[in-house]
């Protein structure tokens, strides 16, 4: 405990994550300050989700959460990461994904056309902004580069991460949630690795998830859409390769890629399951995880506290590779405190009972749940 809490300790957590703070702050301000704009706006001009079909909300719920993300993001990022030369690439990319994935959220794309736009996206980061990896390194310092797979290997993580925040976009509050977790991960391994600019850029995106999730978790008084996930997607992808993936550290992409562990899993099975069906791997259904864990009687805050256990847990594991051991132990006890408390809650909402009449004559009670 006083190695953890030790002064260099706490100097190097200052020095390395102190610069993200401030984007953080902002962007859950300015989240905060332009939802009730997003409601408004959704309201007068059509962005609603209806209830019913493959949706479990009951009532119509705007759509334009995606805008306010974007605007604690694009706002932050402006003001405290001004001269990073990579700023206007990730805003203009990021923006765009937002602006384009917001006429699917009005009117539907077809499958091929939303496949279109985000393998666009993909290319505009890669070929027009640099945003690319282009080695990616082994144990024993071994260093692999790419060379002709640069392009093909970029624009499959960044596709990827659009679709795998997209079809984790099913319950209030989780994609945004493990988004930010994912975004602090981000944070403090490049923290560790001295790259101030991605601190900031993963504290802006982080907070602007926060920001997002004080009307967004369950339950929900608005619904990020399309635009918000591919929003995130496209930004999480292209901050993660502008950061820990330019750096010649053993699985340089483990940490954020780990943290996502369970909905990358999530969809590649969901992939391989529609495939089998053959049935086009953008239909939606109701088989995703989030799907089964409330068919299995998990509430919306429940799923979310065990996706983001799971996603906080293994992205500490990943940390593990930047020096971040001592954060584990932190993320260990902060999840056993998550489980227990969904298992509580599921024992009380079932009326299960663990006879314990030792507890009962303990309290002064007849027995105990």
């Known amino acids: 405990m006083n190695d953890f809490f030790s002064n260099q300790a706490l100097a190097s957590l200052t020095a390395h994550l102190l610069p993200g703070l401030w984007p953080f702050v902002a962007a859950v301000m300015v989240s905060v300050a332009v939802v009730p704009v997003a409601i408004y706006l959704s309201r007068r001009f059509g962005w609603i989700a209806e209830p019913g079909g493959r949706h479990a909300h009951s009532k119509p719920m705007p759509l334009l959460g995606g805008l306010a993300m974007y605007a604690g993001f694009a706002v932050a990022v402006a003001i405290f990461a001004p001269e990073f030369n990579e700023t206007p690439g ?31 996206l993909g290319l505009l980061a890669v070929s027009i902004f640099g945003i690319e ?72 995106l982080a907070g602007c998830c926060v920001g997002f999730l004080m009307f967004n978790f369950p339950p929900a008084r608005i619904f990020m859409g399309d635009s918000g996930a591919h929003f995130l997607g496209i930004a999480l992808g292209m901050i993660s390769i502008l950061g820990v993936a330019k750096v010649a550290v053993a699985f340089a992409l483990a940490a954020p890629a780990l943290a996502l562990a369970v909905p990358i899993a999530d969809t590649g099975w969901a992939i391989v399951r529609r495939r089998r069906r053959k049935a086009s791997v953008a239909a939606p259904d109701l088989m995703h995880l989030h799907h089964r864990l409330q068919s299995f009687g998990l509430d919306p805050r429940q799923t979310c506290f065990v996706f983001y256990s799971a996603s906080a847990l293994l992205g500490a594991v990943g940390l593990t590779l930047f020096g971040h051991g001592r954060i584990l132990a932190v993320v260990l006890a902060v999840t056993a405190v998550m489980v227990a408390t969904v298992a509580a809650d599921l024992m009380e909402h079932a009326g299960w009972r663990i006879p314990a009449p030792w507890l009962g004559r303990l309290l002064g009670a007849s027995g105990s749940r």
Do not use: C, Y
Request: net charge negative.
């Open 133 to 204: 990896i282009k080695f990616f390194s082994l144990p024993g310092n071994h260093i692999v580069h790419l060379g002709l797979l640069v392009t093909p290997v970029s624009l499959f993580w960044l596709v990827g991460m659009q679709n795998t925040i997209n079809f984790l976009d099913g319950a209030d509050g989780l994609a945004a949630g493990v988004t930010a977790i994912v975004a602090i991960v981000l944070m403090l391994a490049a923290g560790e690795l001295g790259q101030l600019e991605i601190v900031k850029l993963s504290g802006a």
């Open 90 to 120: 990730v805003l203009i990319v990021s923006g765009l994904a937002m602006a384009l994935l917001a006429i699917d959220d009005r009117t539907p794309m077809q499958p091929w056309v939303k496949l279109a736009v985000q393998i666009g």
